[in-house]
């Protein structure tokens, strides 16, 4: 994998978690009635966001062609 395909993966993929703890698309977890785990769900969904997205980077490390090259500053 080339390391521009590698960051367009990389910015594509947490630009998701992003947009959905923005503004517009925020409003699709934005309810206070279901609680999830003793948290309202606005909470929860924030949260929840942050993990994937704690994920997604774990799983780009993993596949990131240049961590592995030694090449001292």
Do not use: H, Q
């Amino acid at each position: 994998m080339t390391k521009r395909k590698f960051t367009t993966i990389y910015c594509l993929s947490l630009l998701v978690p992003l947009l959905l703890l923005l503004f517009p698309m925020f409003s699709l977890g934005n309810r206070a009635t279901p609680m999830v785990i003793g948290l309202p769900f606005s909470v929860f969904w924030v949260i929840l966001w942050i993990i994937i997205a704690f994920l997604i980077v774990l799983v780009l490390y993993r596949i990131d062609p240049d961590k592995d090259e030694k090449g001292g500053n």
